[in-house]
């Protein structure tokens, strides 16, 4: 799949998380419309995965870390066929299969149950090594927040990664400088990521995480580094999209209102 042809699905799925954001009321949709572009290049292009059978043993494992942005996820799942695209409209509603954060015990697709942050890379470590250990050829890549490298078991999980030689392991940043509440240089500011992850032994690119190029390039198979795990710094925004989102982070956790939701879709519109 093409570059733009990527993009036109990216934005699609934007519209339709956004909307069900605002029909339920809630939802962390800045942090969502960071990471879709990333989402859409592996769920597209990248994964070797197949819808009609989501527990195939050889398919590639996707951990989305940063759980908070499942209905992000949802929608990419629901577009690549794994769950039917009008469940999409149940999310957070009473029974509801689609909560606030992944559970792989309900949604087809879904690796790992995620949402406490720091636990995503922990549990890609131990399916790249059980891999290795299968002499297996499947992937696994995970997608974490940069405000979530904070938590010292993400470090824990490089040290064992490069330790391991797990060049099947690929850690994705979404490295959109903003948390809940502040900025990430406010909190506890552990960027700059590459040299820190080089000097644990990862080999390490960044790039553009809206660039579609760039990320389908960056996570092709002919890209991996022999020996090493890989982390990609993915440069995004939050909000991204959307005019009055991006780089506010107000907007972590926030809902719009009916006249900022149909700005917002006006604009996702114009982008397509």
Same mark, same amino acid.
């Given at each position: 799949?093409?570059?733009?042809?990527?993009?036109?699905?990216?934005?699609?799925?934007? @519209? @339709?998380?956004?909307?069900?954001?605002?029909?339920?009321?809630?939802?962390?949709?800045?942090?969502?419309?960071?990471?879709?572009?990333?989402?859409?290049?592996?769920?597209? @292009?990248?994964?070797n995965i197949d819808p009609a059978h989501p527990d195939a043993?050889?398919?590639?494992?996707?951990?989305?870390?940063?759980?908070?942005?499942?209905?992000?996820?949802?929608?990419?799942?629901?577009?690549?066929?794994?769950? +039917?695209?009008?469940?999409?409209?149940?999310?957070?509603?009473?029974?509801?299969?689609?909560?606030?954060? +992944?559970?792989?015990?309900?949604?087809?697709?879904?690796?790992?149950?995620?949402?406490?942050?720091?636990?995503?890379?922990?549990?890609?470590?131990?399916?790249?090594?059980?891999?290795?250990?299968?002499?297996?050829?499947?992937?696994?890549?995970?997608?974490?927040?940069?405000?979530?490298?904070?938590?010292?078991?993400?470090?824990?999980?490089?040290?064992?990664?490069?330790?391991?030689?797990?060049?099947?392991?690929?850690?994705?940043?979404?490295?959109?400088?903003?948390?809940?509440?502040?900025?990430?240089?406010?909190?506890?500011?552990?960027?700059?990521?590459?040299?820190?992850?080089?000097?644990?032994?990862?080999?390490?690119?960044?790039?553009?995480?809206?660039?579609?190029?760039?990320?389908?390039?960056?996570?092709?198979?002919?890209?991996?580094? +022999?020996?090493?795990?890989?982390?990609?710094?993915?440069?995004?925004?939050?909000?991204?999209?959307?005019?009055?989102?991006?780089?506010?982070?107000?907007?972590?956790?926030?809902?719009?209102?009916?006249?900022?939701?149909?700005?917002?879709? @006006?604009?996702?519109?114009?982008?397509?």
């Open positions: 799949m093409t570059p733009s042809e990527l993009r036109v699905i990216a934005n699609h799925i934007r @519209r @339709r998380d956004l909307q069900a954001v605002f029909e339920a009321g809630a939802g962390h949709i800045g942090g969502e419309m960071s990471v879709t572009d990333i989402l859409t290049a592996l769920y597209f @292009r990248v994964l043993p050889d398919r590639d494992r996707l951990v989305l870390s940063k759980g908070h942005t499942a209905c992000a996820l949802y929608v990419t799942l629901a577009e690549k066929g794994f769950i +039917p695209k009008d469940e999409i409209s149940t999310f957070l509603k009473p029974h509801s299969r689609l909560n606030g954060h +992944p559970n792989r015990t309900k949604v087809p697709g879904v690796e790992a149950n995620t949402g406490p942050l720091g636990h995503g890379l922990p549990i890609g470590v131990g399916m790249a090594m059980a891999a290795k250990l299968d002499k297996a050829d499947w992937r696994t890549f995970v997608v974490t927040g940069d405000g979530e490298m904070q938590e010292g078991s993400n470090w824990e999980a490089i040290m064992a990664a490069a330790q391991f030689n797990l060049d099947n392991l690929t850690l994705i940043i979404d490295h959109n400088r903003l948390q809940q509440g502040a900025r990430l240089a406010d909190t506890n500011d552990v960027a700059p990521f590459a040299p820190k992850l080089e000097a644990f032994g990862w080999a390490v690119e960044e790039i553009d995480g809206h660039d579609m190029a760039a990320i389908s390039a960056v996570l092709d198979r002919g890209a991996i580094t +022999p020996g090493k795990p890989k982390c990609i710094v993915a440069h995004t925004f939050k909000g991204k999209g959307i005019s009055f989102m991006t780089d506010d982070v107000a907007w972590h956790h926030k809902v719009p209102s009916a006249d900022q939701y149909k700005q917002a879709m @006006r604009e996702l519109e114009e982008a397509l």
